[in-house]
């Protein structure tokens, strides 16, 4: 059974970081692309970033390009974004996927959700 479980959320002040963790069991971790989508309320899902199986291949959104970066660790089958210089547009729920090719909105593993709240 897969479980994907992340951790991290929480508020913080504009200009503040702060660092989401997902955990992913159950699968051949070192084999799958991890990443990160976001949605604000009455917006759609977005990609914010996505790592390849070998850590060699990254993508960003522009929205955070240059503020966030993503890591993955396969012995602890978990990957991180860490975020910084936090605005108040990056309120949202964040959702961590697993897929065996790359973040895909239709990808099949997906964590509950996280909140990220950013006050001004």
């Known amino acids: 059974q897969v479980q994907v479980m992340e951790s991290g959320g929480g508020s913080v002040q504009a200009g503040g970081n702060l660092t989401l963790s997902c955990t992913t069991t159950g699968l051949d971790f070192d084999y799958h692309a991890v990443g990160w989508f976001r949605q604000a309320p009455g917006k759609e899902r977005e990609l914010i970033s996505c790592i390849t199986w070998s850590g060699h291949g990254t993508y960003y959104a522009d929205s955070v390009k240059g503020r966030f970066s993503i890591s993955r660790d396969n012995g602890k089958k978990t990957h991180y974004l860490q975020m910084n210089s936090l605005k108040p547009e990056d309120t949202a729920k964040y959702y961590c996927?697993?897929?065996?090719?790359?973040?895909?909105?239709?990808?099949?593993?997906w964590g509950q959700g996280t909140q990220v709240t950013v006050s001004s």
């Open positions: 996927v697993a897929d065996r090719n790359w973040c895909y909105d239709t990808s099949q593993y």
